[in-house]
């Protein structure tokens, strides 16, 4: 099965629409280019072999599973695969069910249960790939959220860092990649 990744123009068709969380979409496209261009480079054997996590109705791979939670689900025509909160552990998945995770700026909201989260990505896939701030400062949000430092992620997958980690813009944080081998065993 062919696997299709987001490209500029489809991005820009998709969200040019859109407002609120879209309002930066042109710097946005970035981390959604250099994400889709990581995946690519994973080499999944067809889209469901992805699961992509608040997507806000723009996957990078064409046909990806999703998850998220009714409350930020609003997309018509489009429905997630597993309509979860992933803060409830565990994830309805199974063991390196993926084999790759995608999360692009969805983790700082995920908190207080960023780090059960996050082994439980690990324990869904086989690669991750997660954009993340390292500071979060939104006020009416600071019950829900927080910003992730690359140390906590790798404390978090037992002392093993990310095996790519690529600083962005400032207010978007960090990408970070861990591939297989960075993952194996955990």
């Known amino acids: 099965m062919t696997v299709r990744y987001l490209d500029q123009a489809s991005y820009k068709s998709v969200t040019a629409a859109r407002s609120g969380h879209w309002k930066n979409a042109s710097t946005r496209w970035e981390y959604h280019r250099a994400a889709a261009d990581i995946v690519r480079m994973t080499r999944p054997a067809s889209p469901r072999d992805v699961l992509e996590m608040g997507t806000m109705g723009v996957s990078i791979v064409e046909g990806s599973d999703t998850i998220d939670y009714a409350e930020k689900w609003k997309y018509p025509g489009q429905a997630p695969t597993y309509l979860h909160d992933a803060r409830e552990i565990p994830w309805p998945i199974g063991n390196k069910r993926y084999h790759v995770f995608v999360a692009l700026r969805v983790f700082q909201h995920l908190w207080p249960r960023q780090r059960e989260c996050f082994l439980e ?51 978007i944080g960090r990408l970070h990649y861990w591939n297989e081998d960075a993952l194996r065993g955990r």
């Open 121 to 171: 990505a690990r324990r869904i896939a086989r690669h991750i790939v997660m954009v993340a701030p390292e500071k979060y400062e939104v006020d009416e949000l600071r019950d829900t959220s927080a910003g992730i430092t690359e140390a906590q992620l790798t404390e978090w997958n037992d002392g093993v860092p990310p095996t790519l980690s690529v600083q962005l813009p400032d207010w």
